[in-house]
């Protein structure tokens, strides 16, 4: 496999510090590498791919499950954690290799709510059948009225008009994500814009219960006869993420050199939305390798009622 990795050390230096700061750009190239990885903050960690043939984003992550097969030619999947353990399970050849989104949940207040505060009888909008389970083991005790919508941008439909267009409800609150969630909030054009707020972080809440890290969207890898070549792959994915997250010339160099269309039609946000949810990490970027945060994986996955990991499914 073809390999081509240009490495620009820039060393800064403090003025009046002993302490001294060193940032990794990468140029990394891979030949039929095969990358998918869903719109919004996991794409975020792949901001300098945007020119690499090999990959590409999809806004629905069951076109991407789908892609989880032996036939697969995407060697590399990013995916909700628990969507992706679950094709595992099912068979599909891949193993669970870093964490990098750890909990982008919020739960957003719609305005309509009178006393401004969650409680029996509010009417409630989550989505997916994880978000569901999260929302149910932090506010248990509460009996709200709960609807389930399939995605985050069915939810972020919700939040803009305070209502389930679907079942034509009015919604107090919603639980759904960023950076669609910003996204939303500062619409001028939408019915709820100036009443709708955050009215939870749903990270603080988990931690404050658990003691843990929320867990989301992880990379996995092919298992096949070239798992070997990862390696290099990861630290680049590392070192890209680092950057992303720390290097504000280094987003700006890429955000300014392609068409705001063009960003964002592959990462699903636009370049102010980008450089705003980075500047404060409300999409909790990161990178972990799964295996080392196996713990905070398996008690997660008990609040769903799932069983724990076995550690065959990791990439070691």
Not at 104 to 124: C, E, H, I, P, R
Not at 211 to 229: G, H, R, T, V
Not at 305 to 316: A, L, P, V
Request: proline share 3%; glycine share 4%; charged share 20%.
């Amino acid at each position: 496999m073809k390999k081509i990795i240009t490495l620009l050390i820039v060393l800064l230096v403090l003025c009046g510090c002993k302490q001294e700061e060193l940032h990794v750009i990468v140029d990394y190239e891979y030949s039929n590498m095969g990358i998918i990885v869903p719109t919004g903050a996991p794409a975020l960690a792949f901001l300098n791919s945007i020119d690499d043939p090999t990959f590409e984003t999809n806004s629905n992550p069951k076109n991407i499950v789908a892609m989880m097969n032996s036939n697969s030619d995407k060697r590399i999947i990013v995916l909700d954690t628990v969507t992706g353990i679950n094709a595992i399970k099912k068979g599909a050849p891949y193993k669970l290799a870093f964490n990098i989104t750890f909990g982008n949940y919020y739960l957003a207040a719609t305005g309509n709510d009178d006393n401004v505060s969650l409680d029996d009888n509010d009417n409630v909008v989550v989505f997916g059948d994880t978000g569901s389970s999260l929302f149910d083991y932090l506010f248990e005790g509460i009996k709200v009225n709960k609807e389930i919508v399939p995605s985050v941008s069915d939810a972020a439909k919700c939040l803009a008009m305070g209502k389930n267009l679907e079942s034509d409800n009015i919604v107090d609150y919603v639980l759904v994500a960023e950076p669609v969630l910003s996204s939303t909030l500062n619409n001028k054009e939408l019915p709820t814009y100036g009443k709708s707020y955050v009215y939870a972080d749903i990270q603080d809440l988990y931690r404050e219960k658990t003691n843990k890290e929320l867990i989301q969207a992880s990379i996995f890898i092919k298992d096949d006869n070239y798992i070997q070549d990862f390696n290099d792959y990861l630290y680049y994915m590392e070192t890209n993420i680092d950057n992303v997250l720390n290097n504000n010339t280094y987003v700006e160099d890429i955000l300014k050199n392609h068409d705001n269309e063009v960003i964002k039609n592959t990462f699903g946000l636009s370049k102010e939305m980008i450089t705003n949810v980075l500047k404060t990490n409300s999409i909790n970027l990161g990178f972990k390798k799964a295996i080392d945060n196996k713990d905070n994986i398996d008690y997660f996955l008990s609040i769903l009622n799932m069983e724990g990991t076995n550690e065959e499914i990791y990439y070691q």
